[in-house]
Nanobody, 124 residues
Framework: VQLQASGGGLVQAGGSLRLTCAASGLPFSTYVMGWFRQAPGKEREFVAAVSGSGGSTYYVDSMKGRFAISRDNARNTVYLQMNSLKPDDTAVYSC??????????????????WGQGTQVTVSS
């Protein structure tokens, strides 16, 4: 199984980025896909998740309305659209897969596979 995250970069506060995670080697549509982030000196934290069908999405309250997770099962890809970015959003963002046919999880231990992460830096 491989999860390849991309799309990070340097952006000014108030800007937007779209992260992409391309998956291979697993029955993608049967896996919950999640995004986590880890800021320097902090623990990795849950950002968002999407069900296998894409019909249900889950967010940390502080990111609702700014971030949007989606998936394209035909392309084995999950996205994280991030808008109105703040300096506090600076972190390494990683995608993760949980399945098959499991309910969503909000902790790192609940996921079976991880991508390598992509750096997002938001300048003030």
């Amino acid at each position: 199984v491989q999860l390849q995250a991309s799309g990070g970069g340097l952006v000014q506060a108030g800007g937007s980025l779209r992260l992409t995670c391309a998956a291979s080697g697993l029955p993608f549509s049967t896996y919950v896909m999640g995004w986590f982030r880890q800021a320097p000196g902090k623990e990795r934290e849950f950002v968002a998740a999407v069900s296998g069908s894409g019909g249900s999405t889950y967010y940390v309250d502080s990111m609702k309305g700014r971030f949007a997770i989606s998936r394209d099962n035909a392309r084995n890809t999950v996205y994280l659209q991030m808008n109105s970015l703040k300096p506090d959003d600076t972190a390494v963002y990683s995608c993760a897969a949980r399945g098959p046919f499991k309910l969503v999880a909000y902790t790192t231990g609940g996921y079976d596979y991880w991508g390598q992460g992509t750096q997002v830096t938001v300048s003030s």
